[in-house]
């Protein structure tokens, strides 16, 4: 009798988890792109999406990057403009959250390892690093 008390016991309480929905395990992620867009709009590319986009993306400290986002033109970037995405910096995981959010496709998205003026951490730009900070935007 107590085996069938407990396989009853035990299947009430499976078609009750299968039942009720399971939000807890569900990451809204609608308020963080809400206050990404407040403080951050310049990086939504909803509307120039088929266009390319640059992220610049430079390291303070050993595990410690940031980014910040161009529109590509033609012409070779001048340094005030590298050095004044440092005036609004993201993370690369905030990056991320929105180029996936905006649908921006892989291939319209270049990343530009740099070195920001503003950081005093040391660091060598060569294959096997930019290598490294592409592989940080998979997504």
């Not at 309480?13 to 809400?34: E, G, R, S």
């Not at 991320?96 to 530009?112: D, G, M, R, V």
């Not at 040391?122 to 096997?128: K, L, M, R, V």
């Amino acid at each position: 009798m107590k085996k069938k008390i407990i396989i009853v016991v035990c299947i009430i309480i499976a078609l009750v988890a299968v039942a009720v929905p399971v939000k807890h395990f569900y990451i809204d992620n609608t308020a963080n792109i809400a206050a990404l867009k407040e403080e951050y709009p310049e990086y939504f590319f909803d509307a120039k999406a088929d266009e390319n986009i640059e992220i610049y993306v430079w390291q303070l400290a050993e595990d410690n990057y940031l980014c910040g986002a161009l529109l590509k033109t033609d012409s070779e970037r001048s340094n005030e403009e590298i050095i004044g995405l440092a005036n609004k910096t993201i993370t690369v995981e905030e990056m991320k959250n929105i180029l996936s959010y905006c649908k921006i496709p892989k291939e319209n998205i270049t990343i530009i390892p740099c070195v920001q003026p503003i950081s005093s951490y040391s660091y060598t730009i060569d294959d096997e690093y930019t290598k490294r900070v592409e592989a940080m935007f998979d997504y």
